[in-house]
């Protein structure tokens, strides 16, 4: 197993290649980038952020750190890894982005269950709370403050592209990903977290038809589902399921404090994982 950081990186600002400096990372124009004491680079320009912290905040980032060192997401991060190593040739090396990684618990997964698989990662989320987590904990993946919206990436450098309960942009997939390239999203599935849903909502909305047909660029390979129950038995890890969710901000007040009453709950995990081809 050789585990490596992606380096093909561009500019930002005018997609020109990035260098490695001593200090940071420089393209030809003088646009320079410095890397972090924890090891990650800033590629966000400040006109592209919508808001002043963009992204996740440094609490829901550490409670689903928490939650998912439990392993109540291990068996989406096993079909996730078995998915994206059975791509391609065993012998040939694969170039990972996970785009929106979080605190990169799904790459380490991915590293950890590499066996003899080279692969170089680069994980890539909008919140400098979630890449600073990820590269305190993994300095051989390549971690970086951006957008999906504009991955700074160059065009068709990518062998896989995972988008974790993200936010798709099909068109910058695409750009990304060489022909025959692997794009694994991954989605809430009909009864995903339902207990907790049930208690924070009056009403539970009814579940997202499922995708008909392929984004623009690219053909549906397959589409699986994780589910599995998992006990929350304590009130702590409760509390981090909520705080690391959009649910928290969605829940009223009555159903927030009804879920952070519990001391219990039991809880389904239930995922689809659409694999998609670059065409």
Same mark, same amino acid.
């Given at each position: 197993?050789?585990?490596?950081?992606?380096?093909?990186?561009?500019?930002?600002?005018?997609?020109?290649?990035?260098?490695?400096?001593?200090?940071?990372?420089?393209?030809?124009?003088?646009?320079?980038?410095?890397?972090?004491?924890?090891?990650?680079?800033?590629?966000?320009?400040?006109?592209?952020?919508?808001?002043?912290?963009?992204?996740?905040?440094?609490?829901?980032?550490?409670?689903?750190?928490?939650?998912?060192?439990?392993?109540?997401?291990?068996?989406?991060?096993? @079909?996730?890894? /078995? =998915?994206?190593?059975?791509? +391609?040739?065993?012998?040939?090396?694969? $170039? %990972?982005?996970? !785009?929106?990684?979080?605190?990169?618990?799904?790459?380490?997964?991915?590293?950890?269950? @590499?066996?003899? /698989? =080279?692969?170089?990662?680069? +994980?890539?989320?909008?919140?400098?709370? $979630? %890449?600073?987590? !990820?590269?305190?904990?993994?300095?051989?993946?390549?971690?970086?403050?951006?957008?999906? @919206?504009?991955?700074?990436?160059?065009?068709?450098?990518?062998?896989?592209?995972?988008?974790?309960?993200?936010?798709?942009?099909?068109?910058?997939?695409?750009?990304?990903?060489?022909?025959?390239?692997?794009?694994?999203?991954?989605?809430?599935?009909?009864?995903?977290?339902?207990?907790?849903?049930?208690?924070?909502?009056?009403?539970?909305?009814?579940?997202?038809?499922?995708?008909?047909?392929?984004?623009?660029?690219?053909?549906?390979?397959?589409?699986?589902?994780?589910?599995?129950?998992?006990?929350?038995?304590?009130?702590?890890?409760?509390?981090?399921?909520?705080?690391?969710?959009?649910?928290?901000?969605?829940?009223?007040?009555?159903?927030?404090?009804?879920?952070?009453?519990?001391?219990?709950?039991?809880?389904?995990?239930?995922?689809?994982?659409?694999?998609?081809?670059?065409?």
């Amino acid at each position: 197993m050789t585990i490596a950081p992606f380096t093909s990186l561009i500019c930002p600002l005018d997609s020109a290649p990035l260098s490695r400096t001593h200090t940071g990372w420089c393209c030809p124009q003088g646009h320079s980038f410095d890397v972090s004491r924890q090891g990650h680079v800033n590629l966000l320009p400040v006109q592209n952020k919508r808001s002043r912290d963009p992204g996740d905040s440094k609490p829901m980032i550490a409670a689903r750190r928490r939650f998912l060192d439990a392993g109540h997401y291990q068996g989406i991060a096993e @079909a996730v890894s /078995r =998915r994206v190593l059975a791509h +391609g040739a065993a012998h040939e090396a694969l $170039a %990972v982005l996970d !785009a929106g990684c979080g605190e990169g618990y799904y790459l380490r997964e991915l590293a950890r269950s @590499a066996s003899a /698989r =080279r692969l170089s990662m680069l +994980g890539l989320d909008i919140s400098k709370w $979630a %890449v600073q987590a !990820a590269a305190g904990r993994d300095r051989r993946m390549q971690w970086v403050v951006g957008s999906n @919206a504009a991955l700074p990436v160059p065009d068709q450098s990518l062998d896989v592209v995972l988008c974790m309960f993200g936010f798709p942009t099909p068109a910058e997939f695409a750009r990304v990903l060489k022909p025959g390239g692997l794009l694994l999203e991954v989605e809430a599935g009909p009864d995903h977290l339902r207990e907790l849903r049930e208690i924070i909502y009056p009403t539970l909305k009814a579940p997202r038809e499922a995708r008909q047909a392929p984004e623009a660029g690219f053909e549906i390979d397959t589409v699986d589902s994780v589910r599995h129950a998992r006990t929350l038995d304590s009130h702590e890890q409760i509390l981090d399921l909520l705080v690391m969710t959009p649910h928290l901000y969605r829940a009223s007040a009555e159903g927030r404090a009804k879920a952070e009453a519990l001391g219990h709950l039991d809880i389904t995990v239930e995922a689809q994982l659409i694999s998609s081809l670059r065409l």
